[in-house]
């Protein structure tokens, strides 16, 4: 999640980090609930919660579209994602990095075997 919050900021976008960790980053926010309100977009990397509590919270601020990071969309994040513009099972950095980074070479991988 690091790596997708350093590429939207080069490409100049306001980024606000949501740490739901036991320790998080000091400049993160530290719940749901004290996300802004109005942001239109979410990348959601959670693993040790059910993504879909997380989510829920978010669609309530406004969250419009969001990246569900691969092999984190659960049975229940699928049904959340049915009335809301979700994209799941791809890791959101497929859309970020430059052609040349990692990032893009996992892209033109994606790309030749079907799954960007």
Known sequence: MEWAVEE??????????????NRPE????????????GVEN?????TKTEPADAMKGLF?????????????????VR?????HQCYTGRCPMLYLGKDLSM???HRMVAKLIGQY
């Open 8 to 21: 939207l900021r080069k490409k100049g976008k306001t980024v606000h980090f949501v740490d739901l960790s």
């Open 26 to 37: 000091l400049d993160a926010i530290k719940s749901i609930g004290e996300a802004p309100e």
């Open 42 to 46: 979410a990348v959601i990397g959670l």
């Open 60 to 76: 309530e601020k406004g969250v419009v579209n969001t990246w569900v990071h691969w092999k984190t969309d659960t049975p229940a």
């Open 79 to 83: 049904e959340l994602c049915a009335d």
């Open 103 to 105: 990032h893009g070479v």
